[in-house]
């Protein structure tokens, strides 16, 4: 079975910094997508960014930035310039399919709170 | 369209009612699916439609509930005699068909049960 770990409960960052939020994942598929997705207080996710495995450059989505490193297993999301408006938990996700059917295995998210 | 509808936003129902939510998905996705998240933890995947088949059912989903998707079109959850374990949101999303297809959520519903 796949696992997606998000080793860091809350992160705590000024306003206009750069941030990075891990994400690590476990699988023993080849072929397999990795998402990153953002949840306000408001209760809906939202779709951030999508990295293909087999992807050979790393996905850019305005602010959003995936590193992705395949050999450590590794789907870290850069948010750039960040703003106050993006506090929210974030998700990392990853896409298992089983037998033709597919579905998002998340990891335990990452609380970021961006400081004026 | 303007994305994945659930309704109601929030519920709260007394231990050993029956509850239902519904979803309805962008017109255009063949694909729905319901997940559940406690507090402080990931969604977790509940089941799957492609179209009105239901293809999988997670563990987590005991015999009290059941889910369905008459035409294709809207889904419901049903969970029958709530427990204080059901408090959760339950989350909708649906997407197309193919590898980088993405999901689309709705806002959830919280489920309360006291």
């Known amino acids: 079975a796949q696992k997606i770990t998000q080793t860091q409960p809350g992160m705590f960052v000024q306003e206009k910094e750069a941030v990075t939020l891990d994400c690590t994942y476990d699988?023993?598929?080849?072929?397999?997508?990795l998402f990153w997705y953002k949840q306000p207080s408001s209760g809906e996710m939202i779709f951030l960014i999508y990295?293909?495995?087999?992807?050979?450059q790393n996905a850019t989505e305005g602010r959003y930035s995936l590193n992705f490193q395949k050999a450590r297993k590794s789907a870290n999301l850069v948010i750039s310039a960040s703003q106050l408006g993006d506090s929210a938990m974030y998700f990392c996700?990853?896409?298992?399919?089983?037998?033709?059917?597919?579905?998002?295995?998340f990891g335990q998210g990452t609380r970021l709170t961006i400081n004026p | 369209d303007t994305g994945v509808s659930q309704d109601p936003r929030h519920k709260i129902t007394k231990r050993g009612q029956n509850v239902t939510f519904r979803c309805d998905p962008i017109?255009?996705?063949?694909?729905l699916y319901w997940y559940r998240q406690t507090l402080g933890q990931g969604p977790e995947f509940l089941t799957y439609?492609?179209?009105?088949?239901?293809?999988?059912k997670s563990r987590l989903l005991s015999d009290r509930f059941s889910a369905e998707r008459p035409k294709g079109s809207f889904s419901t959850l049903e969970i029958q005699r709530t427990e204080q374990g059901d408090s959760a949101m339950y989350l909708c999303?649906?997407?197309?068909?193919?590898?980088?297809?993405?999901?689309?959520f709705g806002s959830g519903t919280r489920l309360t049960v006291v």
């Open positions: 999303a649906s997407s197309l068909v193919g590898p980088k297809a993405g999901y689309t």
């Open positions: 017109s255009e996705h063949n694909r």
């Open positions: 439609f492609q179209n009105e088949a239901q293809l999988e």
């Open positions: 699988t023993s598929d080849q072929s397999y997508g």
């Open positions: 996700a990853m896409r298992e399919i089983i037998q033709g059917a597919q579905k998002l295995v």
């Open positions: 990295q293909g495995s087999y992807d050979e």
